[in-house]
């Protein structure tokens, strides 16, 4: 990605190097608060890395090693109305992270609070340092999480948990969000970069038309019976036995060599 592309951002810095691209947003002196800015760039930024063909893997962090993103800006918030929610503009863009077509990874440095919270639960792998604290704490505001907060929480973490963490507001630390499956990985936060890259190395490394159709069954079969989703998984394992990747793939396990793809 260019430095020209990269400048279009006022929040954010977008690095790609090796496929991978890392969304930092900037705004450490306000624990990178989402600010209506802030969501128009990120999903601008999104409709760029869709189509950068140098990108197959997005990851998201905050600056600094205090946050993150530690929640809406509250300066803002005091100012919302009705129609506000109706809009649910950030509500949209986090739909837009879950349907991402290409792999996305939350790399969780500090507080993740409300819109952070939200944002991290969006993407498709989360990971975090030991300093990490997750935590919808928008009941405390008189609001709820309204970004996907009461349904994502929910469906990763159980009903029971979700509930118990929004009523209450409380900070989840780390380990207990590996303990209950909110995260996947806990390290030292030195080595969060290192832990990053390790993870979309592992995906990077797959079947590019694999791993874009898995995400897109497994984000599907979420939405419909079990049944259905088995039928989408069907059509989409069928379209795959036709592709150069399986075939790459699989010579490549025969003749014990690591596989070459092309890309999508």
Same mark, same amino acid.
């Given at each position: 990605?260019?430095?020209?592309?990269?400048?279009?951002?006022?929040?954010?810095?977008?690095?790609?190097?090796?496929? %991978?691209? !890392?969304?930092?947003?900037?705004?450490?002196? &306000?624990?990178?608060?989402?600010?209506?800015?802030?969501?128009?760039?990120?999903?601008?930024?999104?409709?760029? !890395?869709?189509?950068?063909?140098? #990108?197959?893997?997005?990851?998201?962090?905050?600056?600094?090693?205090?946050?993150?993103?530690?929640?809406?800006?509250?300066?803002?918030?005091? @100012?919302?109305? %009705?129609?506000?929610?109706?809009?649910?503009?950030?509500?949209?863009?986090?739909?837009?992270?879950?349907?991402?077509?290409?792999? #996305?990874?939350?790399? $969780?440095?500090?507080?993740?609070?409300?819109? @952070?919270?939200?944002? =991290?639960?969006?993407?498709?792998?989360?990971?975090? =340092?030991?300093?990490? +604290?997750? @935590?919808?704490?928008? #009941?405390? %505001?008189?609001?709820?999480?309204?970004?996907?907060?009461?349904?994502?929480?929910? +469906? !990763?973490?159980? $009903?029971?948990?979700?509930?118990? $963490?929004?009523?209450?507001?409380?900070?989840?630390?780390?380990?207990?969000? +590996?303990?209950?499956?909110?995260?996947?990985?806990?390290?030292?936060?030195?080595?969060?970069?290192?832990? !990053?890259?390790?993870?979309?190395?592992?995906?990077?490394?797959? @079947?590019?038309?694999?791993? +874009? %159709? *898995?995400?897109?069954?497994?984000?599907?079969?979420?939405?419909?019976?079990?049944?259905?989703?088995? &039928?989408?998984?069907?059509?989409?394992?069928?379209?795959?036995?036709?592709?150069?990747?399986?075939?790459?793939?699989?010579?490549?396990?025969?003749?014990?060599?690591?596989?070459?793809?092309?890309? *999508?």
């Amino acid at each position: 990605m260019t430095g020209a592309r990269e400048g279009r951002f006022a929040t954010l810095t977008v690095e790609v190097e090796d496929r %991978l691209a !890392l969304v930092t947003i900037t705004r450490p002196e &306000v624990r990178n608060a989402l600010s209506a800015q802030v969501v128009a760039d990120l999903r601008a930024a999104l409709a760029v !890395l869709r189509a950068d063909d140098e #990108t197959s893997v997005v990851a998201f962090t905050g600056a600094g090693d205090q946050a993150f993103v530690a929640g809406a800006d509250i300066s803002e918030v005091q @100012g919302y109305t %009705l129609s506000t929610g109706l809009d649910a503009e950030m509500q949209q863009l986090f739909d837009e992270v879950e349907a991402f077509p290409k792999p #996305t990874i939350a790399a $969780v440095n500090g507080f993740a609070l409300g819109g @952070g919270c939200e944002l =991290a639960m969006a993407c498709d792998i989360r990971i975090a =340092a030991e300093n990490a +604290r997750f @935590g919808l704490p928008e #009941t405390a %505001l008189g609001v709820l999480p309204g970004a996907g907060g009461t349904q994502r929480l929910a +469906r !990763l973490i159980g $009903v029971g948990r979700a509930v118990e $963490v929004i009523l209450t507001a409380r900070f989840v630390p780390a380990d207990e969000a +590996r303990a209950i499956g909110l995260v996947t990985s806990v390290v030292p936060a030195e080595e969060l970069p290192a832990e !990053l890259r390790r993870v979309a190395g592992q995906i990077l490394a797959k @079947g590019p038309l694999a791993v +874009r %159709l *898995a995400k897109l069954v497994v984000r599907a079969g979420m939405d419909a019976d079990q049944r259905t989703g088995l &039928v989408v998984e069907r059509l989409a394992q069928a379209l795959l036995y036709t592709t150069d990747d399986k075939e790459e793939g699989t010579a490549a396990f025969l003749e014990k060599r690591p596989a070459v793809f092309r890309g *999508a």
